[in-house]
């Protein structure tokens, strides 16, 4: 295994996270408190090119490698992990749909907008009743004409309000199951489609999370990506990246997290002595950098897999479950280290854990990726 | 116009320095471009989407310069040419002797440098390059305007702004607040490799042995004293201020 980077991969990733330390950090604890949603630095990202990077030049993007855009992740998530969740929705799921599934036609209106960051990318597929079992949706597409018909409501929608197309999954035929679903790229003026609710989260401020509502949404047919049918083949297509993608961002929030802990831990004093010199404190600062050291091997372990074009759905989970849980225990030892003043929101310790706990949960439980581990355990 | 932009590159200002058998140790450190350089870079730049033109960045030094020169090309520059002969390396007397030998041969209109490196500090490689050249020079530029072949130069003199026009070809020095250089772009790192970067030997200039031999002999390189923890003078008001007036005059020789 050979996980050094190409002088350009370097320079990509050192150019984030000179970007993301001297642009976003500053203002991360602002965005955290004021949960607005960040449109100044996206402008500002996409006109880098991070919002595009590894699509194609050919579509407005900067054709970089899936590695490459992993190290985004991570350098952005570093800084603040609402704008880690909102660069891997918009890319992995907002845009590599419509890269491997569209027509050259959408390709060719959607991808240079995206890449740009002129336009945002949000992906719908949970609904209150389908969760982890995402077959169970139940937002219906009728065909009518040359429109389809949407009726329904999605939940939990990231980049909701602020998107301007969506990747909607919906039912075609309900007597197929998982193969009666079908992808539509829902544009956010359709006419019968509506923003609800945003939701008021622990963490991950500043990065929207809404409702959708589908009450005889009209969507021309020719916004129908891939065949009917075939929606949730294009979802499962999606998860390895995606994992991944949401991997990388626990990466950048454990070290983060354990950045700080090491900073503070040299400078506090207690009993006449700084903190780092106790062998208490000493031993979990050593396990907090191991764990971290073992999640990003996993995570551009995955990633070099994905981007040799090789199955990587078990490490992909690997890397997920593995790299976010260490993101939650490295971020809550931060937070113990830091004493009371970790749990005051003076230090970035408490955001941290707080971003921390979601990436366990979203893009597939952290029990549906073991789920998924145990039953790639025979090959 | 044919923008020329004299490119070094040095440690990072929040590096720390380790001295090895007295010398300056490279391991490990990171490198950027020169920050001064690097105004001078988006000048360059800026000038060029005003005008039109060809930025070119110009480069006497080791081949791990290609790295400051990468990131200039991702910023926006079209080509550089680097003279990482070690033949070619010296004080500031040989580099700007190096620097005019390769600029002579190639159209250039506009010149711009940084006003000094922050490694060594002297502030003379660009100037010298002006007296080889036999052009004129502006330093210490905080705004510059360029109106065909006519430049308008604000400069900082010792805190206040002198202001200074010119006529091309010229050289002119960047300080710092002159622009707040640009983030090279994600597409600019992919097309950097791409863009021409021609190496100079020694061969390829006409340069005697007298010009390579620098001037100037380095005896010894040793690290700043570390700071000493400050003296907190107390006592009766009267008391303290003698012995701070005693201090000044005597232990510190300030006044
Ligand atoms: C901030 C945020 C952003 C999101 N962004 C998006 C988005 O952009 N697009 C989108 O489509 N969705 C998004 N989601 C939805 C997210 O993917 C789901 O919340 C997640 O898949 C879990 O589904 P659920 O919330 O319904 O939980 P449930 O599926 O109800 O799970 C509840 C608990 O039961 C466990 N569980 C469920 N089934 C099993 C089983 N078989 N065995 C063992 N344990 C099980 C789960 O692991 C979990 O612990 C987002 C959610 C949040 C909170």
């Known amino acids: ?379 | 116009m044919n923008i020329l932009v004299c490119l070094k590159q040095t440690f990072d200002t929040e590096e720390r320095i380790v001295l090895e058998n007295g010398h300056v140790k490279e391991d490990g450190v990171r490198f950027v471009i020169n920050p001064y350089d690097e105004y001078a870079v988006e000048e360059a730049l800026r000038i060029k989407e005003e005008h039109d033109g060809q930025v070119t960045l110009v480069s006497v030094g080791p081949t791990r310069f290609e790295e400051a020169i990468r990131t200039a090309l991702a910023m926006g520059a079209d080509e550089a040419v680097l003279g990482d002969d070690p033949a070619l390396f010296g004080d500031e007397f040989t580099i700007s002797k190096v620097l005019a030998a390769i600029i002579s041969q190639r159209p250039y209109d506009l010149i711009l440098a940084g006003n000094q490196a922050v490694d060594d500090g002297s502030g003379q490689v660009s100037v010298r390059l002006a007296e080889e050249l036999g052009i004129p020079h502006i330093s210490m530029a905080t705004k510059v305007e360029v109106e065909g072949n006519k430049v308008t130069v604000h400069r900082d003199a010792e805190g206040d702004t002198e202001i200074v026009t010119g006529v091309l070809p010229m050289v002119i020095t960047a300080q710092q607040g002159l622009n707040e250089p640009r983030y090279p772009s994600l597409i600019g790192i992919r097309k950097a490799s791409k863009k021409p970067l021609t190496h100079v030997t020694v061969q390829d200039l006409k340069l005697s042995a007298e010009d390579l031999a620098g001037r100037i002999n380095v005896l010894e390189t040793y690290l700043p004293k570390p700071k000493e923890a400050g003296r907190v003078l107390s006592g009766e008001l009267t008391d303290v201020v003698r012995e701070l007036a005693e201090a000044l005059h005597t232990t510190e020789k300030v006044v």
């Open chain 1, 1 to 379: 295994m050979d996980f050094n980077l190409s002088t350009e991969q370097m320079e990509m990733r050192q150019l984030v996270r000179d970007f993301a330390r001297d642009v976003i950090s500053p203002r991360a604890a602002e965005i955290d408190e004021t949960d607005e949603f960040p449109r100044d630095i996206l402008q500002q990202m996409g006109k880098l090119g991070m919002l595009g990077l590894p699509i194609p030049e050919q579509y407005g993007g900067v054709g970089a490698d899936f590695v490459a855009y992993m190290t985004a992740i991570e350098e952005i998530s570093y800084a603040s992990a609402a704008l880690g969740v909102i660069l891997a929705v918009h890319t992995s799921v907002g845009s590599f749909p419509i890269l491997y599934f569209g027509t050259e036609t959408q390709k060719q209106h959607y991808l240079p907008l995206l890449a740009s960051g002129r336009m945002i990318g949000g992906f719908a597929l949970t609904e209150s009743g389908a969760g982890s079992d995402a077959v169970a949706i139940r937002t219906r597409a009728t065909r009518e004409g040359d429109f389809y018909i949407l009726n329904g409501n999605k939940v939990f929608i990231t980049n909701g309000g602020e998107a301007g197309v969506y990747c909607v999954f919906a039912v075609t035929n309900p007597e197929r199951g998982a193969r009666g679903i079908t992808t539509f790229l829902v544009d956010a003026d359709t006419e019968g489609f509506r923003v609800g609710k945003k939701e008021k989260k622990m963490g991950l401020h500043g990065s929207a999370t809404c409702e959708l509502h589908f009450d005889d949404a009209r969507v021309p047919v020719q916004n129908r990506l891939g065949e009917e049918g075939q929606g949730f083949s294009i979802a499962m297509r999606l998860l390895d990246g995606g994992r991944i993608g949401i991997a990388a961002q626990g990466l950048g929030i454990a070290q983060a997290a354990l950045d700080a802990a090491y900073a503070y831990t040299r400078v506090r004093k207690q009993f006449g002595q700084e903190l780092n010199q106790f062998q208490g404190i000493q031993f979990m600062l050593a396990d907090m950098a191991t764990q971290v050291e073992a999640a990003r091997w996993l995570v551009y372990h995955a990633a070099q897999m994905r981007q040799a074009g090789v199955d990587c759905t078990r490490e992909a989970s690997m890397a997920k479950l593995f790299a976010t849980d260490t993101a939650m225990h490295v971020s809550t030892d931060a937070v113990q280290l830091f004493g009371g003043y970790g749990y005051t929101r003076d230090y970035p310790v408490e955001r941290y854990m707080r971003d921390a706990k979601i990436t366990q949960i979203y893009e597939g439980t952290n029990q549906i990726q073991r789920m998924v581990i145990a039953r790639h355990l025979q090959s």
